[in-house]
C-alpha cells in the first residue's frame, strides 16, 4: 500500500476530526448485564478481525511532529494469538535494523542487536519514536475482562454510523492508559475510533480508524492514525500490508530468532 504525504493525509485528518465532532449520545446505567453486554460487544470486535491462531504482517509507521520532516519506521510482526507469543522486528530505518520484541504470555523482553542483549519490558513500551504502544498491536481474546471494568455504555451516531460507546476502566496495570473509550459499529463490530485517559481524567491520545479491509479470514484494520493530545500537531499514521495466516513455525517466537536474524 502507498500514500502520498502532506495534502492528502491532512484531508483524511480532517474528515475524520469533522466526523468525529458530529456524535449525538445516550447513556445507559451500567449493571451487571449492561457490562456484560459491554464485554461481549469488546470480544465481538476482535471475532471479526482476520487475527485468529498465527498471522503476520509488516506495519508501517509514519511520524508527524511540527517543524520536522516526517519520520517512516518498519516492523514486521509475528503472532500466535491462541498462546500469546508475539514478535516484533524493526526493518527500517537501516540503524536500527533487527531491533526485536518477544512475547511470551506477560513476558515481554526488548532484543538490542548491537549488544545482543535482552531486555525485560513492558507491554506499555512504544515502537520507536511513535505514538503506537506494544498493546496496540495485542490480539489477547481475553485481554478485556481480565484487565478492564466497564465504566459506561451508550448508543449514539458518529458520522454516518451508528455506534456503541464504551468506557472501560483499568483494573490492572497492564493497560497503557487508566481509561478508554471505544466507539464500535453497530451493524459490523469494528473499532473507528478510540480515546484514551490518563487517571486524572485527562485525554493523552485519540486513534482514529478509517479503513478497514475484508479478507476471507475477516476484517484488517489497514490504516490507523493516533493523535498525541499532550503534544499538538503530534501523531502516527500505521499502515498494515503484507498480511499473511500462514502457520509459523515454532522457533519464530524464540529468543534465538531473534538472536539469528543479526
Known sequence: MTM???????????ILLMIAGNVTAQNSKVD?????????????TGEVLAYHGDYSATISLIIEKPGKPDDSLQYKIF???????????????EADKGNGYLRDGDNIWAYDPIGRKFTHTSIKEALGDSDVKLDDVNQSKTKWRDNYNV???????????????????????????????????????????????????????????PKYAKVPAGYVPTQLIMRDELNPGEQTQQIVSDLSFAALPDRIFTKAYLEGLN
Open 4 to 14: 502520498t504525504k502532506g495534502k492528502t493525509f491532512t484531508a483524511v485528518a480532517l
Open 32 to 44: 451487571a448485564a449492561t457490562a456484560e453486554k459491554a464485554f461481549q460487544i469488546m470480544e465481538s
Open 79 to 93: 503472532e500466535r494469538t491462541d498462546d500469546d507469543l508475539m514478535t516484533i522486528v524493526q526493518l527500517f530505518p
Open 151 to 209: 465504566e459506561k455504555v451508550a448508543a449514539g451516531k458518529l458520522g454516518n454510523y451508528s455506534v456503541y460507546m464504551i468506557t472501560l476502566v483499568a483494573k490492572t496495570t497492564e493497560p497503557s492508559y487508566a481509561k478508554s473509550v471505544y466507539y464500535i459499529r453497530q451493524d459490523i463490530p469494528l473499532i473507528v475510533k478510540e480515546e484514551d485517559y490518563s487517571g486524572s481524567d485527562r485525554l493523552m491520545r485519540t486513534t482514529l480508524i
